[in-house]
């Protein structure tokens, strides 16, 4: 029998994009309520309810309300692409890649919190690192990144297409979260295994979607004898076996005079890059990914097929 899903926020720019992802999908069966009525309570519910895996793709809040609307019924199960549950002990965290164990917890999960779109790219870079004992205990990270201006759903979109929105922004490229305590710093420390919170700089650029996320490290202040080939090897090692992240040969990674953030705009992979000079004092790891598809419709759709392989 097909199984039911529903996308509540499916009108929504990550809803719209895990819809179009699954319209030639025989094996589910899709339910739907219809745009004007997205916000119905009673409509909501009945889906909710009636669903095997609703996909939330909306704000904090709502997702929470849809957590209490489905908490009695068993028989559904939640995966969330809002930052409500990301570092909640009772949800697994959908970025299979990011331990071994991992993809079988989400497999197995009732609730499953889709990660936020940069932190699959921080925690992507860094984690293997501490787990591989190279990225000492209160080491300071930061994390600078760009992303596309779909990562702001429907109001940035129309804030940066909309020349009459009374809110227009008229900026190429902008930074954002001036005051340092964006959404996003608890997962990345959670799941990043850090033992300080990263010093997180965000920016956007007019540009509709794609992602560079970069972690630049000093050498000297890692485990002794980090050389950026070690840091290359570790990562290789990490994501051994699996086709969604790649870790960039350091031959061809050498050679490139740049990295364009939409290379990766359409697809659900992400790419991590080494740069940084044999014998010099720094590395940079740079993360691509497509926000919308790695960083949220795409591990959406992942997550939700790894909950059905259970
Ligand atoms: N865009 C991205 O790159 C990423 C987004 N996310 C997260 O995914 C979630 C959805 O984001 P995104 O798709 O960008 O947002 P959008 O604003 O584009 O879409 C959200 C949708 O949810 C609907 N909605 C809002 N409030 C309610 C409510 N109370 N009840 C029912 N429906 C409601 C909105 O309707 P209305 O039009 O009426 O407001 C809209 O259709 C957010 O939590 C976001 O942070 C995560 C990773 C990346
Ligand atoms: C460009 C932009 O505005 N991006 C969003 C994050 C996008 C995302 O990942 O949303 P979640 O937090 O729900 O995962 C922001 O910085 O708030």
């Given at each position: 029998m097909?199984a039911k899903?529903?996308?509540d926020?499916e009108?929504?720019?990550?809803?719209?994009?895990?819809r179009?992802?699954?319209?030639?999908?025989?094996?589910?069966?899709l339910?739907?309520?219809p745009e004007?009525e997205?916000?119905?309570?009673k409509?909501r519910e009945d889906?909710l309810?009636?669903?095997?895996?609703a996909?939330l793709?909306l704000?904090?809040?709502?997702?929470?309300?849809a957590?209490e609307?489905?908490?009695a019924?068993?028989?559904?199960r939640?995966l969330?692409?809002s930052?409500?549950f990301?570092v909640?002990?009772d949800w697994?965290?959908?970025f299979?890649e990011?331990?071994?164990?991992q993809?079988?917890k989400?497999?197995?999960?009732r609730?499953?919190?889709?990660p936020?779109?940069?932190p699959?790219?921080?925690?992507?870079l860094?984690?293997p690192l501490?787990?591989?004992?190279?990225l000492?205990d209160?080491?300071?990270v930061s994390?600078?990144a760009?992303?596309g201006?779909t990562?702001g759903?429907?109001?940035?979109?129309?804030q940066?297409?909309?020349a009459?929105?009374?809110?227009h922004?008229?900026?190429?490229?902008?930074l954002?979260?001036?005051?340092?305590?964006?959404?996003?710093?608890?997962e990345m420390q959670?799941?990043?295994?850090?033992?300080?919170?990263p010093?997180?700089?965000p920016?956007v650029?007019?540009?509709a979607?794609?992602?560079i996320?970069?972690?630049?490290?000093?050498?000297d202040?890692?485990?002794?004898g980090?050389?950026?080939?070690?840091?290359?090897?570790?990562?290789?090692?990490h994501?051994?076996?699996?086709?969604?992240?790649?870790?960039?040969?350091i031959a061809?990674?050498?050679?490139?005079?740049r990295v364009d953030?939409?290379?990766?705009v359409?697809k659900?992979?992400?790419?991590?890059f080494v740069?940084?000079?044999?014998?010099g004092a720094?590395v940079n790891?740079?993360?691509?990914?497509d926000?919308l598809?790695k960083g949220a419709s795409?591990?959406?759709?992942?997550?939700?097929?790894?909950?059905?392989?259970?």
């Amino acid at each position: 029998m097909a199984a039911k899903i529903f996308i509540d926020g499916e009108h929504g720019t990550t809803g719209l994009q895990i819809r179009t992802r699954l319209a030639d999908r025989r094996d589910l069966e899709l339910l739907s309520i219809p745009e004007a009525e997205r916000r119905n309570e009673k409509m909501r519910e009945d889906m909710l309810n009636s669903a095997d895996i609703a996909i939330l793709c909306l704000p904090d809040d709502a997702s929470k309300q849809a957590y209490e609307m489905t908490a009695a019924n068993n028989n559904v199960r939640l995966l969330d692409a809002s930052t409500a549950f990301r570092v909640h002990p009772d949800w697994a965290y959908g970025f299979a890649e990011m331990d071994k164990a991992q993809k079988a917890k989400i497999q197995s999960a009732r609730y499953v919190s889709n990660p936020g779109c940069y932190p699959t790219g921080a925690i992507g870079l860094i984690r293997p690192l501490r787990a591989a004992g190279i990225l000492p205990d209160g080491y300071p990270v930061s994390v600078n990144a760009v992303s596309g201006y779909t990562g702001g759903g429907k109001q940035l979109i129309a804030q940066m297409e909309d020349a009459g929105h009374p809110e227009h922004l008229a900026a190429n490229n902008f930074l954002y979260g001036l005051t340092l305590k964006h959404k996003h710093v608890p997962e990345m420390q959670t799941h990043g295994l850090l033992d300080r919170p990263p010093l997180f700089a965000p920016s956007v650029g007019r540009f509709a979607q794609g992602m560079i996320v970069q972690v630049p490290l000093f050498l000297d202040d890692l485990a002794e004898g980090t050389t950026v080939e070690s840091i290359h090897e570790a990562l290789v090692a990490h994501y051994a076996g699996q086709d969604i992240v790649s870790v960039v040969p350091i031959a061809e990674s050498a050679k490139l005079p740049r990295v364009d953030a939409e290379e990766l705009v359409g697809k659900d992979t992400m790419k991590l890059f080494v740069f940084g000079t044999p014998g010099g004092a720094h590395v940079n790891l740079v993360a691509l990914l497509d926000n919308l598809g790695k960083g949220a419709s795409g591990a959406a759709v992942q997550n939700m097929d790894l909950m059905l392989s259970a």
